[in-house]
């Protein structure tokens, strides 16, 4: 801490000084990561802070958002994060090792299973789906899962999380 007073600190200097690791990372994936949780608070803020509630995006708040949510959906843009989500979570129908080290709650793994694997979910179902990843993506990194790796392999995960908070925010009005 003696190296930081006094003076304005660079977490990206000093994360590559103190976090092995982290200068292995490209410059994309260090950008993604640290986007990841601005978007996941604005997403938290919009979507399950409304009608003068404490932004909670917990499971259950953030079905009930969606289930509340009055936008047109366009399932379009949730394809390509879908099928990437799908491919790594389940394979034929089963799920992987990286799925069960999500760790989706039991009462949500279903709505998991139709965003990613039935043909004729709706979009509905499918924002669902992908949130319902997102928030345990964000469980894991908050809680040091992903940083006792190092972040590794991560990138297309949280592009993937971030593009799907970049939809959802707006659905819930303008800021």
Known sequence: MDRLRGRIADPGRWLNDNFAGWQNLTPHEKKAIRDFPVLWSLFELRATGQFGQRPNATPMRICNAVEELQADLDLEALQRTRNYFSDRYFQEGNPT???????????????????????????RAIL????????RLRNNFLHGEKAAYAFADQLANF??????????VPLWGEF
């Open 128 to 135: 669902l789906g992908l949130l319902l990843i997102v928030n």
């Open 97 to 123: 090792n990286a799925f069960h080290q999500l760790r989706v709650p039991n009462d949500f793994q279903g709505r998991v299973r139709t965003a990613l694997l039935e043909g004729n979910a709706d979009a």
């Open 159 to 168: 592009r993937h999380a971030n593009n799907v908070l970049m939809y959802a």
